[in-house]
């Protein structure tokens, strides 16, 4: 173990600017902290929006160091902390949003509460893949829309972050599981266990009355937002249909639902990190999450190319250009 009380970290100097190796002050575990050694980095487009300052909603002015995913090892408590030692290995959303330190970096001190054991079974490359897209599944499937067995649940997006852990969890659940993508990524999502719609083949009306008899979807997830959230209004079972998003900017006209009978939740995964309110929740989310992973019931879709501290510059450029295979993930 390093004696120093500095730090490798990334930082970003303001909007658009490169990412820079600096060294800095390790921080201390304040009262409800711990302070974790830092292994794995997972990497988000909202990571991308804030080093392009297009991110108001995250609060994260720059400079900044980013990363909000994170997986690790304890090295400190902080003043109050219980339930927690010195070695166990963790993983959280726990970083890098609302002025926080983020997780490209060595080390950082983080509430306790939004922390969870990492699961067993994953490396901490895989577990540092997780967290924000598992907690995003999570809250609208299970904790808005109650997702249960025998429901019929559409996931727009099913092969992207949000999207392939909401088939998988939707899947464990006993659900019968539908998700949209294009012809490249069937396989991806048959293989998580979902009929396949291809949506550039096929309009709302058109699988609606394939695989519902006209009725309707129990649940519908969109996690691509814009035109797709309309057509999910559409797509939502008459009286009983439920539509989630986790992408409901710009104007959307709610007459389709509501024609429908059905009801709609938004998701926002920050809000514990900006408020404060409900951050126990985020970590029983990835306890409860961790025994699925244990069981065999979900695994993250990782882009198959390594990077570190010194070459994240080129995990970045492939999240800008869209080329990224799965989850693309930081090792520190």
Same mark, same amino acid.
């Given at each position: 173990m390093s004696h120093s009380l500095e730090m490798n970290a990334l930082l970003v100097d303001a909007a658009n600017a490169p990412l820079r190796l600096v060294s800095i002050d390790r921080p201390a575990p304040a009262a409800g902290q711990v302070l974790v050694r830092i292994k794995a980095s997972g990497i988000n487009p909202l990571d991308a929006k804030i080093r392009a300052g297009q991110a108001g909603h995250a609060r994260q002015p720059l400079p900044a160091i980013l990363g909000m995913d994170l997986a690790g090892v304890v090295e400190a408590l902080g003043e109050g902390v219980? &339930?927690?030692?010195?070695? *166990?290995?963790?993983?959280? !959303?726990?970083?890098?949003? +609302? +002025?926080? @330190? &983020?997780? !490209?970096?060595?080390?950082?001190?983080?509430?306790?509460?939004? !922390?969870?054991r990492k699961p067993a079974n994953l490396s901490m490359r895989e577990a540092a893949a997780l967290p924000l897209v598992l907690i995003t599944a999570w809250e609208g499937l299970? *904790?808005?829309?109650?997702? +249960?067995? *025998? @429901?019929?649940?559409?996931?727009? +997006?099913g092969a992207g972050g949000v999207g392939h852990v909401a088939v998988q969890i939707a899947k464990a659940f006993g659900a019968r599981v539908f998700a949209t993508g294009s012809a490249m990524q069937q396989a991806q999502i048959e293989n998580f266990g979902a009929t396949f719609i291809d949506y550039r083949q096929q309009g709302v009306e058109e699988y609606v009355a394939l695989h519902t008899a006209g009725e309707g979807f129990d649940i519908v997830y969109d996690t691509v937002g814009g035109e797709t959230l309309d057509r999910s209004f559409q797509a939502a079972r008459i009286y009983h249909g439920h539509v989630l998003s986790c992408l409901g900017w710009g104007q959307h006209s709610l007459a389709p639902l509501s024609f429908r009978g059905a009801t709609y939740s938004g998701v926002f995964t920050l809000l514990p990190l900006l408020t404060g309110h409900g951050r126990e929740h985020h970590g029983q989310i990835l306890a409860q999450a961790a025994r699925l992973i244990e069981a065999g019931q979900l695994k993250p879709l990782l882009d198959p190319r390594r990077f570190t501290l010194q070459t994240a510059e080129e995990a970045y450029t492939l999240l800008a250009g869209g080329a990224a295979q799965g989850r693309l993930v930081i090792e520190i």
């Amino acid at each position: 173990m390093s004696h120093s009380l500095e730090m490798n970290a990334l930082l970003v100097d303001a909007a658009n600017a490169p990412l820079r190796l600096v060294s800095i002050d390790r921080p201390a575990p304040a009262a409800g902290q711990v302070l974790v050694r830092i292994k794995a980095s997972g990497i988000n487009p909202l990571d991308a929006k804030i080093r392009a300052g297009q991110a108001g909603h995250a609060r994260q002015p720059l400079p900044a160091i980013l990363g909000m995913d994170l997986a690790g090892v304890v090295e400190a408590l902080g003043e109050g902390v219980s &339930g927690w030692a010195v070695g *166990d290995e963790v993983y959280g !959303l726990a970083t890098g949003i +609302g +002025g926080a @330190q &983020g997780s !490209l970096a060595e080390f950082a001190a983080v509430d306790a509460r939004l !922390l969870a054991r990492k699961p067993a079974n994953l490396s901490m490359r895989e577990a540092a893949a997780l967290p924000l897209v598992l907690i995003t599944a999570w809250e609208g499937l299970v *904790d808005r829309a109650r997702v +249960g067995a *025998d @429901q019929s649940v559409l996931i727009h +997006g099913g092969a992207g972050g949000v999207g392939h852990v909401a088939v998988q969890i939707a899947k464990a659940f006993g659900a019968r599981v539908f998700a949209t993508g294009s012809a490249m990524q069937q396989a991806q999502i048959e293989n998580f266990g979902a009929t396949f719609i291809d949506y550039r083949q096929q309009g709302v009306e058109e699988y609606v009355a394939l695989h519902t008899a006209g009725e309707g979807f129990d649940i519908v997830y969109d996690t691509v937002g814009g035109e797709t959230l309309d057509r999910s209004f559409q797509a939502a079972r008459i009286y009983h249909g439920h539509v989630l998003s986790c992408l409901g900017w710009g104007q959307h006209s709610l007459a389709p639902l509501s024609f429908r009978g059905a009801t709609y939740s938004g998701v926002f995964t920050l809000l514990p990190l900006l408020t404060g309110h409900g951050r126990e929740h985020h970590g029983q989310i990835l306890a409860q999450a961790a025994r699925l992973i244990e069981a065999g019931q979900l695994k993250p879709l990782l882009d198959p190319r390594r990077f570190t501290l010194q070459t994240a510059e080129e995990a970045y450029t492939l999240l800008a250009g869209g080329a990224a295979q799965g989850r693309l993930v930081i090792e520190i």
